[in-house]
């Protein structure tokens, strides 16, 4: 891709969402939320303050940059020459990442990223003026990239992976493979993406580092906070919690939970999208669940040990979860879990959630461009179903637990996070060698 056709592909880009924001709401809340960005940014970020820019696309990438926005955030890590400590601030691409963390309490200011152009680039950074620029895993905008490196801003990629068949290492990658030469380091994930790397010239600013959510899951783990009506919910019944789900999981969970048939069975389900018409379907699929909303109305709210002994809830076997943010402390409840997008090609959600409880995870068979998911799959710590058949049997045997299999995947599943941990401190030790922060 040459320059001209990117910015024929930014006018596109501009045009496209501004007519899908007639009729879908995500894209309206892309153009809505530009709106005045430079006046607003302009209002609140202060002079000759230092700053760092940590950028991710959506929500995912936010999840990998969180524990570097944490670890920087930490007494002593973000001092500059004068002793005053570096504010934070992140930006979104999507709408999907924006909305959830908005208000986000790691960063100093969180806001949408102006579109990529020359003008648009120059006067964000005129603005912000930041001392250290971080972009997480998959995100390449030329004329940001470009004025940053003009203006000696120290840029750093994290959490990056690569696979052969992006255009970076295609005959007409060339603007990619420019981009990518804009940064001062590039952390990647695997040995696969630093060979790649290496075959393009850029071996000298290229590392492996892994992947920062490994550190994000070991944390929220340490820090489990109890959620007490999911525990009256579930009582002492084995539970299935099934997260980030679309409607194809949905099928199969719905199959596979009315054949394997045990009446001492619980399923959780958190599904991917919480719209009032899927909320709708899920109940349609499941008759006999309740709402989590309907369950918090249900216990008196003086009780927060949940000891009534006359609510009717702990008698429904499926609960469907109509929030957002709860997933992550989910899965420590389950006994087996279940990690959707796997049946659908768009590919498998964050399977590490899951795993870092030391439980066994089952996911669809489009996993592979997932790596911590490929490396779940061959140490045994996930399960690959195509079908409700394939769930039955595998929900079957580890409850029978016959020949060890239960306790065997749950055992891999909790070693293979925690081998791979450290990545974020890999990338805080190399800001520090080379005094990004202090020069």
């Known amino acids: ?28 809340k ?40 944490e670890r920087l955030n930490a007494e002593g890590s973000t001092l500059n020459a004068q002793g005053s400590r570096h504010k934070i601030l992140l930006t ?15 960063a100093d200011w969180v806001f949408y990223l102006p579109v990529d152009g020359p003008r648009n680039a120059k006067r964000f950074l005129e603005i912000v003026k930041p001392s250290l620029v971080i972009f997480v895993k998959y995100e390449f905008w030329y004329y940001y990239l470009k004025k940053i490196k003009y203006r000696n801003i120290p840029l750093l990629l994290v ?3 690569f696979r052969r068949d992006m255009s970076f290492f295609k005959w007409y990658g060339g603007l ?7 940064f001062d380091h590039l952390f990647v994930q695997n040995e696969e993406s630093k060979k790649l790397i290496d075959e393009i010239g850029l071996a000298q600013i290229c590392s492996v580092s892994g992947d920062t959510r490994f550190d994000r899951v070991i944390e929220i783990a340490r820090k489990f906070e109890p959620i007490p009506i999911i525990e009256k919910f579930i009582e002492n019944n084995k539970t299935i919690i099934a997260g980030s789900t679309w409607k194809e999981d949905e099928e199969v969970l719905q199959k596979a939970f009315l054949s394997v048939n045990d009446p001492s069975l619980k399923l959780i389900i958190a599904p991917h999208e919480i719209t009032e018409s899927h909320l709708t379907d899920l109940k349609k699929l499941f008759p006999e669940s309740v709402l989590f909303s309907q369950l918090t109305t249900s216990v008196p709210t003086h009780d927060s040990r949940l000891t009534t002994s006359d609510s009717p809830f702990p008698t429904r076997p499926v609960l469907i979860i109509d929030n957002i943010g709860m997933l992550s402390r989910l899965y420590n409840y389950a006994y087996i879990t279940y990690v959707g997008g796997g049946l659908k090609s768009s590919g498998v959600h964050n399977v590490l959630e899951a795993a870092v409880y030391n439980k066994p995870v089952f996911i669809g068979p489009y996993y592979e461009k997932y790596m911590e998911a490929v490396g779940l799959v061959k140490n045994g710590g996930a399960i690959v179903v195509k079908d409700e058949l394939d769930l039955i049997k595998g929900i079957t045997g580890l409850l029978a637990n016959a020949d060890g299999s239960y306790d065997k995947a749950c055992h891999a599943a909790k070693t293979f996070v925690w081998k791979n941990k450290g990545a974020t401190e890999k990338i805080i030790q190399f800001i520090q060698e080379k005094r990004l922060l202090t020069s």
């Not at 960005?37 to 609140?44: G, I, M």
């Not at 979104?92 to 909305?99: A, K, V």
């Not at 990619?176 to 804009?182: F, V």
């Open 176 to 182: 990619q493979r420019k981009m990518l030469s804009r």
């Open 159 to 161: 959490s990056a992976l």
């Open 92 to 106: 979104f691409f999507s709408p999907s990442g924006y909305e959830v963390q908005k208000n986000y309490k790691g």
């Open 1 to 28: 891709m040459s320059v001209f056709f990117y910015n024929i592909f930014l006018v596109l880009l501009k045009v496209g969402i501004r007519i899908a924001s007639l009729l879908n709401n995500k894209a309206k």
């Open 30 to 69: 892309w153009v809505k939320g530009r709106k005045n960005v430079f006046e607003n940014l302009e209002k609140v970020i202060p002079q000759n303050e230092s700053i760092i820019w940590i950028h991710c696309a959506s929500l995912g990438e936010f999840e990998q940059g969180r524990p570097l926005i």
